[in-house]
């Protein structure tokens, strides 16, 4: 069964793109190892953060790993959401 965070981040993903994605990509994208720009700006713009985090955890990823990830694409790819602004504050 897949986790419902994957699922959750492959449909913002599908909404927002023409381009497939796989579970390796979604879990590249939480590493922080980058991705289509429309899949991080989906990945970390249209999801919750629970649905992130759990995500994240299905596949090892932590919760720091995966904030540096969201500030990374919103660097670069202008990925932004308020809830993980808030988390960012939280955290650093």
Known sequence: MVETGILAIRHAVED???????????????????????HLRAGFGDVSLASILNA??????????????HRAARDSVAAANPEREAALKEDW
């Open 56 to 69: 994240g955890a299905s596949g090892g990823v932590s919760r720091p790993a995966i904030l540096d990830a």
């Open 16 to 38: 927002a793109s023409n381009e497939p994605i796989g579970d390796a990509g979604i879990m590249a994208i939480l590493r922080g190892e980058g991705g289509v720009p429309s």
